[in-house]
C-alpha cells in the first residue's frame, strides 16, 4: 500500500486518489464504498476483511465520515 490509497470493495471502483476530480465522483465513490463495508462489517469480517478495513478507513479523514454517516443512518440516529 502507498501513499493515502486504501482498499475498498471490489466493487466500489478501486483506490482513491488523494485529490478528488472536480465532478464530485470521489465523494460518490467513498459513500458508495462506504455503504459497501457497512453491509459487510454487519455481516461479520475475516480477519483478513478486517485489515482490509482498516486500511481503508484510516486512508482518508472522508472514509471514516462516510461509514459513521452510513452506520448512523442505518440505526435511525441521524436526525435533520
Known sequence: ??????AVPPRAGGTL???PPPDGSMDEK???AAAEWLVR???GLTPHEQD???QWLSAHPRHR???ERHR???SGVVGY
Not at 500500500?1 to 486504501?6: A, E, I, S
Open 65 to 67: 465520515e462516510s461509514f
Open 17 to 19: 486518489a488523494m485529490n
Open 52 to 54: 482490509e478495513f482498516l
Open 30 to 32: 467513498v459513500e458508495s
Open 72 to 74: 448512523k443512518r442505518g
Open 1 to 6: 500500500m502507498h501513499g493515502v490509497h486504501g
Open 41 to 43: 462489517h454487519d455481516r
